[in-house]
């Protein structure tokens, strides 16, 4: 089949451009033509709270990227639309995440109509972590250009149907692993790379920092009194994408300041395995969540992993299996970090995470959306 990705990729960084490069990629693997569409002009900068939207890495060499879109620039959108109808792919996925692009992608999505081509939206957020008016007034454009819809949780399947009067087809696909990162380091090696003590216990909370991630609730489970007893440290690793003065004073009225390592900048992709390698252990405190690519590179490492009973996360992290799955309490957080230590559940939550994680095969996500095309 000849299939076009309209979304985020190099040289844009970030979690959603490597979904869709490792997308394009299992397609290709099966044989088929793959082009991606993206951005010459993915966010105003006003509009982008981290310090750079753009990769630091080398670019893909084994993909064919057309950067056309300009996400302000109706004339792009529509330049776009009647690029893609003029190659009449089989299917055009538009990997979509927040109402902002919800004008540009709709739009392009009705210039590239042919009868030929089905138009599949792939969902990662439909109503965002942070509403905002947008999310009321610009999805239902989108929503109605498309054919079909695969989503990641069955709650993003909800949000959907607020906006989809016509009931169109549905399916869910777990998010796959994320295993473009490269094996695991040994731990004395991951403590070296990044100058720690190899001999310490380390909880990681990775990824952009903003407040529905709850990483204050981490913060105030850290400081239970019962986890002194460990040789232990929290590692945040990720960027701040808001003001990160409350946190870094909780942390100090906490008296917690030796216990937390600070790795406050985004972290390149050539780093994630360095990060996970030293890692017991992966807090995700969120207050809400839909699914999530940490998770899913934890699989990766075969980390244990605790997360908070908001969205889809449960859905991924079945408790006491692989992790925990609390609700949003610093004490239940606080509970279920001191279980991990005190209990030493690493190794059976690791020979289950081994199993587990066959789940979450790319080819489990290529399959469901061609079964929706078909």
Same mark, same amino acid.
């Given at each position: 089949?000849?299939? =076009?990705?309209?979304?985020?990729?190099?040289?844009?960084?970030?979690?959603?451009?490597?979904?869709?490069?490792?997308?394009?990629?299992?397609?290709?693997?099966?044989?088929?033509?793959?082009?991606?569409?993206?951005?010459?002009?993915?966010?105003?900068?006003?509009?982008?709270?981290?310090?750079?939207?753009?990769?630091?890495?080398?670019?893909?060499? !084994?993909?064919?990227?057309?950067?056309?879109?300009?996400?302000?620039?109706?004339?792009?959108?529509?330049?776009?639309?009647?690029?893609?109808?003029?190659?009449?792919?089989?299917?055009?996925?538009?990997?979509?995440?927040?109402?902002?692009?919800?004008?540009?992608?709709?739009?392009?999505? +009705? &210039?590239?109509?042919?009868?030929?081509?089905?138009?599949?939206?792939? =969902?990662?957020?439909?109503?965002?972590?942070?509403?905002?008016?947008? !999310?009321?007034?610009?999805?239902?454009?989108?929503?109605?250009?498309? !054919?079909?819809?695969?989503?990641?949780?069955?709650?993003?399947?909800?949000?959907?149907?607020?906006?989809?009067?016509?009931?169109?087809?549905?399916?869910?696909?777990?998010?796959?692993?994320?295993?473009?990162?490269?094996?695991?380091?040994?731990?004395?090696?991951?403590?070296?790379?990044?100058?720690?003590?190899?001999?310490?216990?380390?909880?990681?909370?990775?990824?952009?920092?903003?407040?529905?991630?709850?990483? !204050?609730?981490?913060?105030?489970?850290?400081?239970?009194?019962?986890? +002194?007893?460990?040789?232990?440290?929290?590692?945040? $690793?990720?960027?701040?994408?808001?003001?990160?003065?409350?946190?870094?004073?909780? =942390?100090?009225?906490?008296?917690?300041?030796? &216990?937390?390592?600070?790795?406050?900048?985004?972290?390149?992709?050539?780093?994630?395995?360095?990060?996970?390698?030293?890692?017991?252990?992966?807090?995700?405190?969120?207050?809400?969540?839909?699914?999530?690519?940490?998770?899913?590179?934890?699989?990766?490492?075969?980390?244990?992993?605790?997360?908070?009973?908001?969205?889809?996360?449960?859905?991924?992290?079945?408790?006491?299996?692989?992790? &925990?799955?609390?609700?949003?309490?610093?004490?239940?957080? $606080?509970?279920?970090?001191?279980?991990?230590?005190?209990?030493?559940?690493?190794?059976?939550?690791?020979?289950?995470?081994?199993?587990?994680?066959?789940? &979450?095969?790319?080819?489990?996500?290529?399959?469901?959306?061609?079964?929706?095309?078909?």
């Amino acid at each position: 089949m000849k299939i =076009i990705i309209v979304g985020t990729t190099y040289p844009y960084r970030g979690g959603l451009s490597a979904f869709n490069e490792r997308l394009a990629r299992e397609y290709i693997s099966q044989g088929h033509e793959v082009e991606i569409y993206t951005f010459n002009l993915q966010y105003p900068s006003f509009l982008f709270p981290g310090k750079t939207q753009f990769s630091s890495e080398a670019p893909p060499v !084994d993909l064919t990227i057309k950067r056309t879109i300009n996400s302000v620039n109706p004339l792009s959108w529509i330049k776009t639309g009647r690029e893609i109808k003029r190659k009449s792919p089989d299917k055009v996925i538009f990997c979509y995440w927040m109402a902002f692009f919800a004008p540009c992608f709709g739009t392009i999505a +009705r &210039y590239a109509a042919h009868p030929k081509t089905k138009l599949i939206a792939l =969902i990662h957020n439909m109503i965002p972590h942070e509403p905002t008016l947008l !999310d009321k007034l610009f999805p239902k454009y989108f929503v109605n250009a498309m !054919d079909g819809f695969v989503a990641m949780t069955d709650s993003v399947i909800v949000d959907i149907n607020k906006f989809d009067k016509a009931l169109k087809p549905k399916a869910v696909s777990a998010h796959p692993i994320y295993d473009h990162y490269g094996d695991a380091l040994p731990k004395n090696l991951a403590a070296l790379k990044l100058g720690l003590h190899e001999n310490n216990s380390y909880i990681l909370f990775f990824g952009f920092i903003r407040h529905y991630k709850g990483l !204050d609730l981490l913060i105030e489970a850290f400081a239970d009194k019962r986890l +002194r007893q460990f040789p232990l440290k929290l590692i945040i $690793a990720g960027e701040f994408y808001e003001n990160p003065e409350p946190y870094l004073h909780l =942390i100090s009225k906490l008296g917690l300041d030796e &216990y937390i390592v600070l790795r406050t900048q985004f972290i390149a992709d050539s780093d994630v395995r360095t990060y996970f390698s030293i890692a017991d252990i992966v807090a995700q405190p969120y207050r809400s969540a839909t699914q999530s690519g940490v998770s899913q590179i934890a699989y990766h490492f075969e980390k244990p992993m605790l997360v908070t009973d908001v969205g889809g996360l449960a859905e991924t992290i079945p408790n006491g299996k692989v992790g &925990y799955v609390v609700d949003v309490q610093p004490v239940q957080i $606080a509970d279920a970090l001191v279980d991990f230590y005190s209990n030493k559940r690493s190794e059976f939550f690791t020979e289950n995470i081994k199993l587990e994680k066959q789940k &979450y095969k790319w080819s489990n996500m290529t399959d469901t959306i061609d079964e929706l095309f078909d």
